[in-house]
T-cell receptor, first 114, second 112 residues
Framework: GAVVSQHPSRVICKSGTSVKIECRSLDFQATTMFWYRQFPKQSLMLMATSNEGSKATYEQGVEKDKFLINHASLTLSTLTVTSAHPEDSSFYIC??????????FGSGTRLTVV | GENVEQHPSTLSVQEGDSAVIKCTYSDSASNYFPWYKQELGKRPQLIIDIRSNVGEKKDQRIAVTLNKTAKHFSLHITETQPEDSAVYFCAASDEGNTPLVFGKGTRLSVIA
């Protein structure tokens, strides 16, 4: 089946630094990648949608200058959390639609900002 | 945009009993309704899904029903087991180039 590989699985960074999360589609071309954030004991909330070769669209309340999304190829989408702060600590997960097969998810990234 | 409501937020059942989780959605264009089980710190795991051209789907102890007129769908787990304890999410999309919209989740506890 269609697989999205997400890295890193866990990252701890200092406040003020930036962290890049990668999602790579391994056996299919993902023209669109959805990025979600999940705080403890909460649901998955859509942050943004990345489209290959064009600008990402962000959900209301998500700062596009803080959460930089790049989708430079059909198999790679990245999310960079810039100037991270403790309140950005969360579980970040990407997802892509697979035609005829629903959606596939990356394994998630647990970000802890200290 | 789509809005998905899910109830209850927590559910405790005795082992062997049935569990039912209900969701409603708002966008009549939605036609794909998956259910996910999520363990702590893991990705959501698809357990069953249904599309709007059917009203019910079953897979062993798990079944999903869909009422498009009323815009609601439900997850039914029969003969619950302790390993069914987890957080369950419903979701909806129109299966175009659009994301899944998730409900808030139900924490199911199966008591042995």
């Amino acid at each position: 089946g269609a697989v999205v590989s997400q890295h890193p699985s866990r990252v701890i960074c200092k406040s003020g630094t930036s962290v890049k999360i990668e999602c790579r589609s391994l056996d299919f071309q993902a023209t669109t990648m959805f990025w979600y954030r999940q705080f403890p004991k909460q649901s998955l909330m859509l942050m943004a949608t990345s489209n290959e070769g064009s600008k990402a669209t962000y959900e209301q309340g998500v700062e596009k200058d803080k959460f930089l999304i790049n989708h430079a190829s059909l198999t790679l989408s990245t999310l960079t959390v810039t100037s991270a702060h403790p309140e950005d600590s969360s579980f970040y997960i990407c997802s892509a639609r697979v035609r005829g097969s629903g959606y596939t998810f990356g394994s998630g990234t647990r970000l802890t900002v200290v | 945009g789509e809005n998905v409501e899910q109830h209850p937020s927590t559910l405790s059942v005795q082992e062997g009993d049935s569990a039912v989780i209900k969701c409603t959605y708002s966008d009549s264009a939605s036609n794909y309704f998956p259910w996910y089980k999520q363990e702590l710190g893991k990705r959501p795991q698809l357990i069953i899904d249904i599309r709007s051209n059917v009203g019910e789907k079953k897979d062993q102890r798990i079944a999903v029903t869909l009422n498009k007129t009323a815009k609601h769908f439900s997850l039914h787990i029969t003969e619950t087991q302790p390993e069914d304890s987890a957080v369950y999410f419903c979701a909806a999309s129109d299966e175009g180039n659009t994301p899944l919209v998730f409900g808030k989740g139900t924490r199911l506890s199966v008591i042995a």
